[in-house]
């Protein structure tokens, strides 16, 4: 979806229509907004249980967090998305779909999913739904996204010990075992990474680094362009002593064992472990670009209730209200909001006059405070004389 969308879902009553007629009203949004500041649609709003006044608030309050939820859901489903892709934002679009169509193609012929979320129900129940629903898909794409960076940081590991330098890479297929004393009862070869620049000191140091290291011992095993390894011999009683003044040293002693078949033994792992983070990155792809569209619908299902709440808390029973998407952009929605504030800020009765030039003025903050205390709280906690919120999908 396109970063310089911005959408508006608005809810007028019909009456802004002199026939108190839906498509004459619908009619009368689309010449307020105007195609200067955005593209209004049609957006249907099934009619649900309403209960109580007191309830209607309550639930005005939990759609507003539960929306809030639903929009940091699809956006972290969308920032594993862009780890498991690395950034590639086509690939990354290709993924954001709605039931296989682009998001705002759904948007545009959005209908009510009765089968999920029957609206036969009771407003408490389906926003329980929906609640479960959304916490469900962000714990699903958590699990996963992390086994993913599990696999992946121990694939990176085994890697970098097969292609980093001689201080920390394996050793493996490196270590010719006939180097190596080995099964002796007082005798240790340690093998010891020292860097390029230092190598003349080590050769004149290393014998009397600790007590009874074998003379001439140091055998140069390898070297690549930072560090040459050496193999040294010493008494065992006195190895860890010959390790510690190693590191002091500025030299860096290699914990290896030769195991037979080790080598192999080593490939072997890291295939698995390849094999493990392809499977476990097309599961967390698949799953992404499901959950995805999945939060996105339930998003887009919680704005539908939350509209419904504020239409009803609003404008009153028996309802009678049109509802219109408008697409717009960032920079002309803030337009298109005070367009629709010219024709309708009567709706809002004393929350709005007009200044000297006839343009419209919000009343003072007390009185956008008691619309507020009493339910209506409009987008962002901000009143307007008519319902609307605002929102992009990213």
């Not at 070869?189 to 860097?195: E, G, M, R, Y």
């Not at 008494?235 to 860890?240: D, E, L, R």
Request: charged share 30%; glycine share 6%.
């Amino acid at each position: 979806m396109s970063k310089n969308t911005k959408y508006l879902l608005v809810s007028l009553p019909t009456s802004i229509s002199p026939a108190n007629d839906h498509d004459e009203a619908l009619t009368a949004l689309r010449s307020a907004v105007t195609t200067d500041y955005g593209t209004v649609f049609p957006f249907d709003i099934p009619e649900f249980k309403i209960g109580t006044l007191d309830a209607l608030v309550r639930q005005a309050d939990e759609l507003a967090k539960l929306e809030s939820g639903c929009e940091t859901v699809v956006g972290k489903v969308g920032d594993s998305l862009r780890a498991i892709l690395e950034g590639d934002d086509e690939k990354i679009a290709q993924q954001k779909t709605v039931n296989d169509k682009p998001a705002e193609q759904y948007l545009k012929t959005f209908h009510w999913n009765k089968v999920k979320y029957r609206a036969d129900k009771p407003l408490g129940e389906i926003i329980d739904v929906l609640q479960k629903e959304v916490s469900s898909i962000d714990n699903d794409v958590k699990t996963k996204h992390n086994q993913y960076n599990q696999v992946k940081t121990t694939l990176t590991t085994l890697q970098r010990k097969q292609t980093g330098n001689l201080s920390n890479k394996s050793l493996t297929a490196i270590v010719d075992p006939s180097l190596l004393i080995q099964d002796s009862e007082y005798l240790e070869t340690h093998l010891i990474a020292v860097p390029n620049q230092i190598n003349k000191d080590f050769l004149k140091s290393y014998e009397t680094l600790s007590p009874m290291v074998v003379p001439r011992s140091a055998q140069s095993v390898a070297s690549d362009d930072e560090f040459t390894l050496y193999a040294v011999t010493t008494f065992k009683k006195h190895s860890q002593e010959f390790i510690h003044k190693s590191r002091e040293s500025k030299w860096t002693p290699r914990d290896y064992k030769y195991r037979e078949g080790g080598k192999e033994a080593e490939q072997k792992e890291v295939d698995r472990v390849e094999k493990d983070e392809r499977k476990v990155w097309g599961e967390s792809l698949r799953l992404g670009r499901t959950a995805w569209g999945e939060a996105v619908m339930a998003w887009v299902h919680v704005l539908v209730l939350r509209v419904f709440v504020e239409t009803v808390l609003r404008y009153g029973l028996p309802l009678s209200f049109v509802c219109g998407l408008i697409r717009t952009t960032p920079k002309l929605a803030k337009k298109a909001r005070n367009s629709l504030d010219a024709s309708y800020s009567y709706l809002g009765g004393n929350a709005f006059g007009r200044d000297k030039k006839g343009r419209v003025t919000k009343d003072d903050s007390s009185t956008s405070a008691d619309m507020q205390a009493a339910g209506h709280t409009g987008d962002a906690g901000e009143y307007s004389a008519y319902v609307c919120y605002e929102f992009e999908i990213r």
